[in-house]
């Protein structure tokens, strides 16, 4: 089973690393890591695995490594986060 994240964007420079909510048709993602050398992209991939307990290599980036605006498929996920699922079931 794959699971199309679809769009994210992600702020990089903030406190903690979190979900802050839907943005437009995306999910707005905030991480600590400067968006230096991928730091930014490995570090908002390395949060989502917690979330889908996955492993790192099943976080697909298909679209927009540079830039905040990305693109990211989930191979297998082993669960979809509560905020993604109540999320869905609003729209």
């Not at 992600?10 to 979190?18: E, I, L």
């Not at 989502?48 to 297998?76: N, P, W, Y």
Request: proline fraction near 5%; hydrophobic fraction near 35%; charged fraction near 25%.
């Amino acid at each position: 089973m794959h699971w199309h994240c679809g769009s994210i964007s992600s702020s990089p420079r903030v406190s903690r690393d979190h979900i802050v909510g839907a943005y437009g048709d995306e999910i707005k993602v905030v991480i600590t890591s400067p968006p230096v050398d991928s730091q930014a992209n490995n570090l908002s991939i390395h949060f989502l695995t917690k979330g889908f307990r996955v492993a790192e290599s099943r976080v697909i980036m298909e679209k927009r490594e540079l830039g905040c605006h990305k693109q990211l498929k989930i191979d297998q996920p082993r669960q979809i986060p509560e905020f993604i699922v109540r999320l869905l079931g609003a729209a």
